[in-house]
């Protein structure tokens, strides 16, 4: 079965640096897509990747992926404090259901 | 537009009871998926249904069960409740993989 693995798992860092969360799966797909869920929240849709080499960006988000690297980022450029959220990556197995990673809890110092 | 509704948003069971929680898609959807949101187990798939058929399932026991109507609304049914079913309860609706999914806020199920 799929496997999604994100990391890092928790990441603090401060305001005006860039970091980067990684997602990497297990068996092939060519959509991905990322989410930000805010404590006690639902789930905010981000980026919808559908293609090898796809790169979106909103903002000081950007997120990638490389299918044949089984490989998505997303790319903080000059974190600011309304960024602190969980942000997850779910991969499309291609029957009708999307697999989650453990998502990453993102902390922005001011 | 409005978006993914969920009833109720919150809910206090006991142990042995069931419950029906209700998730209406936005309009034009017509697949709707269910996740079962834990601290401990993350984000999992319950199942997925399109044009009132059930198409894929997730890993959970038969206690666990869902349906969809005519006009896409679904609704997802638990029996016998268990304490590890507290959870985060997720609504999804899409148009198609290649637009995403939108969820709804969710319903917070207790079990005591």
């Known amino acids: 079965e799929l496997k999604v693995e994100q990391n890092p798992l928790f990441l603090s860092m401060q305001e005006g640096k860039n970091y980067t969360i990684y997602c990497n799966y297990s068996?092939?797909?060519?959509?991905l897509y990322w989410y930000r869920q805010d404590p006690g929240k639902s789930l905010e849709s981000l980026f919808v990747?559908?293609?090898?080499?796809a790169v979106k960006q909103e903002g000081r988000l950007m997120a990638s992926l490389d299918t044949k690297a089984r490989l998505s980022t997303l790319h903080i450029t000059a974190a600011v404090h309304d960024l602190s959220a969980t942000y997850f990556c779910?991969?499309?197995?291609?029957?009708?259901?999307?697999?989650f990673g453990k998502g990453t809890r993102l902390h922005i110092l001011p | 537009k409005a978006g993914v509704t969920q009833t109720p948003r919150y809910l206090i069971k006991t142990r042995g009871q069931q419950v029906t929680l209700s998730c209406s898609p936005i309009?034009?959807?017509?697949?709707v998926s269910w996740y079962q949101q834990t601290p401990g187990q993350g984000l999992q798939f319950l199942f997925e249904?399109?044009?009132?058929?059930?198409?894929n399932k997730g890993n959970f026991p038969g206690r666990f069960s869902g349906r969809q109507f005519s006009n896409s609304r679904s609704e997802m049914n638990v029996s016998t409740l268990e304490l590890g079913d507290s959870a985060l309860y997720l609504c999804?609706?899409?148009?198609?993989?290649?637009?995403?999914?939108?969820f709804g806020s969710g319903t917070r199920l207790t079990v005591v």
């Open positions: 249904y399109f044009s009132e058929t059930q198409r």
């Open positions: 999804a609706s899409s148009r198609g993989t290649t637009y995403g999914y939108t």
């Open positions: 068996t092939t797909s060519d959509r």
């Open positions: 990747l559908l293609s090898n080499g």
């Open positions: 779910a991969v499309d197995t291609g029957d009708d259901k999307i697999i």
């Open positions: 309009s034009g959807h017509r697949s």
